[in-house]
């Protein structure tokens, strides 16, 4: 089974080549115009004038995109389609609060649940438990751990020389 890129991809692929059919047929019918005749036409026979195609080709563009648009919202709807459920949204409960890397796949954690908060430490072999640290006397641990997007952009922009 394709993944969420890949299956993307595709359906981008097969809607270019749809436009690139619908352009290929409409310029076709432009090119032929009319009926391909050898000689005159016999006088018994009246010759009929052909619809314009403007407005066909019009419609058809128009239904394409139509479809294109329902295809990507539809796409759009299948990846998002929890921002539309009722509830209260919850904050995650477990949060590294910090992490320092001490060198060769070695780091010490500081991670809080709820109001714990405990020091681990990470090595090639796995994660140990080196402190419990004492509880938090506000839910300081609750709070966001990553500043808002405008004070991280702020100091983004003040360390630029």
Not at 112 to 141: F, I, K, M, N
Request: net charge positive.
């Amino acid at each position: 089974m394709p993944t969420g890129g890949k299956r993307y991809q595709a359906l981008l692929r097969l809607a270019v080549r749809g436009i690139a059919a619908l352009a290929v047929l409409i310029l076709t019918t432009a090119a032929v115009g009319g009926p391909a005749t050898n000689g005159p036409a016999p006088a018994s026979l009246p010759i009929a004038p052909l619809p314009d195609v403007g407005g066909s080709v019009i419609r058809v563009v128009g239904a394409l995109a139509f479809v294109l648009a329902l295809l990507f919202g539809g796409l759009w709807l299948v990846r998002h389609w929890r921002r539309f459920l009722p509830g209260p949204v919850r904050t995650p409960e477990l949060r590294v609060l910090e992490c320092r890397a001490l060198g060769g796949r070695q780091a010490v954690w500081l991670v809080g649940y709820r109001r714990q908060r405990l020091l681990l430490g990470s090595t090639q072999q796995g994660v140990s438990l080196l402190a419990q640290l004492p509880d938090a006397e506000t839910d300081e641990v609750a709070m966001d751990a990553t500043p808002d997007f405008a004070i991280a952009f702020q100091h983004l922009l003040q360390r630029k020389p």
